[in-house]
């Protein structure tokens, strides 16, 4: 096939041309960077307006940022403002269901979002102009009435519980999240983990109480850009937000950093590591810093690219590393981090290390050269840019500013001290700020695939507790509704079992059961008779080979006695003791009736039961039968307490009553033993001095 003209003239001309490098191009120097302009408002009812016309497209945006945050979680309640910031949206509101939401928003192609974070809550909307008003309508109702419904928040639990399930696959999640709990601590909000027992806590009642808590007009700075008439949309705001009129004290300020984070080496081991992954560093500064822009220009030459000194030395001439990063992250309202991180082949992972503390050392050690500087400063001012190449990314920048009280102008300040850096800031930034010899090292790796110990790198190595806690029941105070919902469920596990009134004429009960030990804790059968007689004398004897083991309470205080002799029940033993005593079948199954003990539902099949003295069980009823089909609860050790989980199955009738004949016991997340009755004895006649004779 012959080129056609045009082309040949192309390829004439390609020849001819002369080449331009790189080096030789010129380009203007970058304009100062601008927010754009707000036209700002209080509405009658407290709320911070803020408005921005945009004409370019028929479009309309905003969002609410709420003064809240995961900060403010309490401590037994970690997860409780994130799950807020989801079920505000899923869980419906102002009478419609999450499903009918989603159905209106689709027809009228608009969308509404919520969320909270650590110190911020946000609710967005996006409409087309034309259906703004109906779309407005759902953002406000989803900001001021949500109904929270419990299907949803069953769904976002059981979300919560997938993530903390699989929250150890990755190895790079396990190093996000270690990481910043060791610098700010394990004990303190920065550094919380999420766990099971959280969850669980968490009631229908708490979402609404936090929603009340932070959600009221004074706290909250609602943004607004798009296609509008400031006046016209300024009125409509006001009309359609003039009945919130909540009313809360102020919002307390956010949780402090105390700690100073935790030097040392830190190893997290994940024996299904392909790679070693690891994050150096320490606490970093607020935004506000008089160094941030020195600090910021520090990071990138140590570690912010291919140009990087890290990245020249650990991946291009070692060859050691798939990815080496560092960043000085300046947080609003605390410090930040200061932190290396990187990917490394696991067997030179000693040699790496190394090689990654010499850098940082080296550092402070002289000035950086003049194309270090200009290179690290050219990338930091063009991202700048990039910050803001949108309407939406410039009005949140706008908004953040204002939420955490930061001049409207700080955006121009950092353009201008980022222009200005000189290689003696970086060093004095670097002398100052930087501590070699205090940064935390968090290494996840498996440590049989390493060359050499990671002691060799001259410290301790402290080893991370990766378990993931199974659930522990703890009595939780419920609400007026949990409650109802929870004598609701207990009722029914009482009808399902022979009637409440039937269950009450138990006066005294005989149990003679085997207990099959699971081989991994001996294997053995250990025969078991327990008696009760009501309201609370108990008696348990059990044979193992070393010989017979009776004990007895009367509800407060009893014996223990075995082939060595008897003494007083004290400590674990009482402990353990009385735990069975609030556990027996029939009084557990009447607990509404119980003077002293508490019922709540925490879902849909699950009863909480706890009383004064601390006690607390979780009963699961079986959603088809009604019957009891687990209880979870915490037993006490020698070592501590443990989590229990009992399955019931094999119901069969003893008196008019359905019980259980095979039990299932897992303790500690392992199974334990396998429970067989071989009778059980009804109003048998039993007598208190029977059941309190010692052997």
């Known amino acids: 096939m012959n080129a056609s003209p045009a082309v040949l003239l192309l390829v004439a001309a390609a020849a001819t041309a002369q080449v331009v490098p790189p080096s030789a191009l010129k380009y203007p120097p970058l304009r100062p960077v601008e927010l754009p302009q707000a036209a700002v408002f209080t509405l009658s009812n407290g709320i911070r307006l803020y408005l921005v016309e945009d004409h370019e497209l028929p479009l309309i945006n905003g969002f609410a940022t709420v003064r809240t945050g995961t900060l403010f979680d309490p401590p037994d309640k970690v997860g409780l403002a994130a799950m807020t910031g989801e079920v505000l949206r899923t869980g419906g509101a102002a009478g419609r269901s999450g499903d009918q939401v989603n159905e209106l928003l689709e027809n009228l192609a ?22 703004a008003a109906e779309v407005f309508q759902v953002f406000h109702d989803v900001l001021t009435a949500p109904e929270f419904r419990q299907d949803r928040i069953d769904l976002a639990k059981t979300r919560f519980r997938t993530a903390i399930a699989h929250r150890n696959d990755d190895p790079i999640a ?15 909000p920065y550094g919380w983990a999420l766990e099971y027992a959280h969850i669980d806590r968490i009631s229908r009642g708490d979402l609404f109480n936090f929603h009340g808590r932070y959600f009221f007009p004074k706290n909250v700075m609602l ?43 830190f190893l997290a081991q994940k024996k299904d590591a392909q790679q070693t992954f690891f994050a150096l560093g320490e606490l970093g500064s607020e935004a506000g810093d008089k160094d941030y822009a020195a600090l910021e220009i520090l990071a990138r030459i140590l570690g912010g690219g291919t140009g990087s000194r890290l990245y020249r030395r650990i991946v291009a001439d070692m060859g050691n590393a798939t990815s080496i990063a560092a960043s000085w992250i300046a947080d609003f309202d605390h410090p930040g981090l200061f932190e290396i991180t990187g990917a490394l082949k696991p067997l030179p992972t000693v040699e790496t290390l190394k090689a990654v503390q010499e850098e940082t050392a080296r550092i402070r050690e002289s000035e950086v050269t ?22 939406t990314k410039a009005v949140r920048q706008l908004m953040t500013y204002a939420y955490f009280g930061y ?70 105070k419920g609400d007026a509704a949990s409650r109802q919902r929870g004598q609701l469920l207990l009722a029914r596990a009482q009808q399902a079992v022979g009637g409440a009134e039937k269950l009450a004429t138990v006066k005294d009960y005989t149990q003679e059961a085997t207990h099959q030990l699971d081989v991994s804790v001996g294997g053995l059968v250990v025969p078991e008779t327990d008696r009760w007689i009501a309201p609370s004398y108990f008696r348990q004897d059990t044979v193992v080979p070393a010989g017979k083991i009776s004990a007895y309470i009367d509800g407060r205080a009893g014996w223990i006695a075995t082939s060595q002799g008897s003494g007083p029940l004290m400590g674990t033993q009482l402990k353990q003791v009385q735990g069975d005593l609030f556990r027996i079948f029939f009084t557990m199954l009447l607990s509404d009736r119980a003077p002293g003990r508490t019922v709540n539902a925490v879902d849909a099949a699950t009863v909480e039961i706890g009383d004064d003295s601390g006690h607390v069980v979780r009963l699961v009823m079986d959603s088809e039968s009604g019957l009891p089909a687990q209880v979870l609860y915490d037993n006490a050790t020698a070592t501590g307490e443990v989590p229990v989980l009992e399955s019931y199955s094999d119901y069969r009738e003893v008196g008019g009553l359905r019980l259980p004949f095979q039990m299932e016991i897992v303790a500690a997340g392992r199974k334990y033993s396998h429970v067989t009755v071989k009778q059980y004895l009804i109003n048998s006649g039993l007598k208190v001095e029977d059941l309190e004779k010692r052997p």
């Open 110 to 131: 608009g969308s509404v979002e919520s969320t909270i974070a650590q110190s911020s809550g946000t609710v967005t909307f996006a409409a087309l102009k034309d259906n």
């Open 174 to 188: 396990v190093l996000r999240r270690e990481f910043p709990a060791m610098v700010y601590g394990k004990d303190s």
């Open 223 to 265: 943004a607004v850009w798009g296609d509008f008439e400031t006046a016209k949309m300024k009125d409509s705001i006001e009309k359609l937000f003039a009945s919130w009129t909540a009313e809360q004290p102020p919002v307390p300020e956010f949780p402090k950093v105390t700690g100073r984070g935790a030097p040392g080496t």
């Open 370 to 391: 003049d194309e270090e500087l200009k290179a690290a400063r050219d990338t930091a001012l063009n991202s700048l840019v990039f910050a803001l190449d949108t309407k």
């Open 407 to 476: 001049p409207s102008d700080f955006l121009q300040r950092y353009q201008k001290a980022l222009e200005s850096v000189t290689r003696a800031d970086v060093l004095r930034a670097a002398r100052e700020r930087l501590d070699p010899a205090g940064m935390t090292l968090v290494v996840v790796t498996n440590p049989i695939q390493l060359q050499r110990p990671l002691d060799a790198l001259g410290s301790p190595v402290i080893p991370i507790d990766l378990t993931i806690l199974p659930p522990r029941p703890e009595a939780a």
